[in-house]
């Protein structure tokens, strides 16, 4: 799919991506193509299917395919598989956040918890997208920052926001106290802000974070009743 590149500024704490929208006529080919790769000949396995709900709509998908690892949406056998393998990284079952302690670094995890805090102070949403215009031409906006994910057992979990995606069209926004699913590859990275962090031998704070890979993005999706639009509401941070 010969989607121009969009514009990236990597910021102290997350990204800035501005791109253009999605070709309208690109929808239906869109479709016929996850359809085909949750199909197949043998059927659609359960990880596939939850991949696919996690797209949940021609404005999802669209919006992730720029992040897809190159091939991902041509018509041969090998692209196909590149997109199987993209829905089942997608359909990564819940893990508890106790078990990321114990996993390799890289390995992926889908977490659930509220955003608790971001990493640093912010004035304005979390996480959004918006759209703006150049030129009589309509872009999708996107912005992210780091923040810190409080699960059900009280533990926290760094969310590292570049290379990330957040599901959902302009107007999407990300405040303290929503509750997400955060799906990605789990790391160990230095951060003084973590609390009650396992220290290592100099006294340094290890956080547990969550991050996209080198070929895949970090998906984060909102669920329950509180999504917040961007606008709607803005919470200071401390």
């Known amino acids: 799919m010969p989607d121009p590149v969009p514009a990236l500024s990597l910021l102290a704490d997350g990204f800035r991506r501005v791109g253009p929208q999605p070709a309208p006529g690109d929808a239906g080919r869109l479709r016929a193509l996850l359809a085909a790769a949750a199909s197949g000949r043998a059927g659609a396995s359960g990880t596939l299917q939850v991949g696919l709900a996690t797209l949940s709509s021609w404005e999802n998908a669209s919006g992730i395919a720029p992040l897809l690892p190159a091939g991902a949406f041509g018509r041969s056998a090998g692209a196909r598989r590149i997109l199987r393998a993209t829905l089942r990284f997608l359909g990564t079952r819940p893990t508890p956040v106790e078990a990321l302690a114990t996993v390799a670094r890289g390995t992926p995890a889908r977490v659930v918890g509220t955003v608790q805090r971001a990493r640093w102070k912010l004035t304005s949403h979390i996480w959004f997208k918006g759209e703006s215009s150049d030129h009589n031409v309509r872009l999708l906006v996107e912005e992210g920052h780091d923040f810190f994910l409080l699960s059900a057992s009280g533990q926290e979990v760094l969310v590292l926001a570049s290379g990330g995606w957040l ?35 100099r006294g340094e704070p290890i956080a547990l974070a969550l991050r996209a890979g080198d070929e895949l993005p970090l998906v984060v999706r909102k669920t329950g009743a509180d999504a917040t639009t961007a606008g709607t509401r803005s919470r200071p941070r401390s």
Do not use: C
Not at 173 to 199: K, M, N, Q, Y
């Open 167 to 201: 599901t959902g069209g302009s107007g999407t926004a990300l405040d303290v106290g929503d509750r997400v699913e955060v799906l990605g590859f789990v790391d160990r990275v230095i951060d003084h802000g973590s609390r009650s962090s396992p220290r290592n031998p």
